[in-house]
C-alpha cells in the first residue's frame, strides 16, 4: 500500500468533469511539490502535471493541478474517450529521500 | 528532445542478477541539470522508485532495494546501467528509465523510456 493514497478507480461520462484526489502527509505533500502522471494503456507513463498546477507543452487545459496542505488533486473536465488512462500522483519523500508514487487511479470514461 | 530506449535480457533465473542498459539519445547523462533513474512497475500494479544517479555521479536508492541495487553510467556516458542482484519472483516488472528534472530543488521524473519487461523465473 503506497504512502500516497488515490482511489483505485474513477469514472465519468464524456464532456463532465472528474476530479482525482491524492493524499499524503508532511514530508511528502506537505513539503514538496507533486506531479502527475497519465500513463495510457500498454505505454509509458506520461508527464501531465508538474510542480502541483503547471502543464508542459502540448497537455491540453483541460487537465488541471491543485495541491492544499497534504493532499493534491487532478481535475479534467470535458472529458474524452482518450483519456481513459491509469493517472499516478508523484512528488519528493523528504524522510525516503526520493520519490513517491501514489498507488494509481484507473479512469474509466462510460 | 531526449529519447530513452531501455534493454536487456528479458528472462533472469532466481538468486541471479538483473541488468539492464538504457541508451539516452538527445542529451548526456553527465551534463549538468538532471538526473536519471529506474522505476519498476510490477504487473497490473503501480509505480515504484528504484533510485537515481546524478550529473556528479551520486546515487540515490530505495531503501528498500539499496542492498541489491546499483544504478551507474557506461562509459559512453551515453548509457545508464541497473543491476538487482539476488532476484526473485518479486522482482518481475516492467522496468522504465527516466530522466529526472528539478522541480522545487527536488528531482522527478519528466522523461520515460518506453519499458523493458523482465521475468524472474527458473
Known amino acids: 500500500q503506497s504512502v500516497l493514497t488515490q482511489a483505485p478507480s474513477a469514472s465519468g461520462t464524456p464532456g463532465q468533469r472528474v476530479t482525482i484526489s491524492c493524499s499524503g502527509s508532511s514530508p511528502n505533500i506537505g513539503n514538496n511539490l507533486v506531479n502527475w502522471y497519465q500513463q495510457l494503456p500498454g505505454t509509458a507513463p506520461k508527464l501531465l502535471i508538474y510542480?502541483?498546477?503547471q502543464r508542459p507543452s502540448g497537455v491540453p487545459d483541460r487537465f488541471s493541478g491543485s495541491k492544499s496542505g497534504t493532499s493534491a488533486s487532478l481535475a479534467i473536465s470535458g472529458l474524452q474517450s482518450e483519456d481513459e488512462a491509469d493517472y499516478y500522483c508523484a512528488t519528493w519523500d523528504d524522510s525516503l529521500n526520493g520519490v513517491l508514487f501514489g498507488g494509481g487511479t484507473k479512469l474509466t470514461v462510460l | 528532445q531526449v529519447h530513452l530506449q531501455e534493454s536487456g535480457p528479458g528472462l533472469v533465473k532466481p538468486s541471479q542478477t538483473l541488468s539492464l542498459t538504457c541508451s539516452v539519445s538527445g542529451g548526456s547523462i553527465t551534463s549538468g541539470g538532471y538526473s536519471w533513474s529506474w522505476i519498476r512497475q510490477h504487473p497490473g500494479k503501480g509505480l515504484e522508485w528504484i533510485g537515481y544517479?546524478?550529473?556528479?555521479?551520486?546515487?540515490y536508492y530505495n531503501p528498500s532495494l539499496k542492498s541489491r541495487v546499483s544504478i551507474s553510467v557506461g562509459t559512453s556516458k551515453s548509457q545508464l546501467s541497473l543491476k538487482l542482484s539476488s532476484v526473485t519472483a518479486a522482482d518481475t516488472a516492467m522496468y522504465y528509465c527516466a530522466r529526472e528534472s528539478p522541480f522545487g530543488g527536488n528531482y522527478m521524473p519528466d522523461s520515460w523510456g518506453q519499458g523493458t519487461l523482465v521475468s524472474v523465473s527458473a
Open positions: 544517479i546524478d550529473y556528479r555521479g551520486s546515487t
Open positions: 510542480s502541483n498546477n
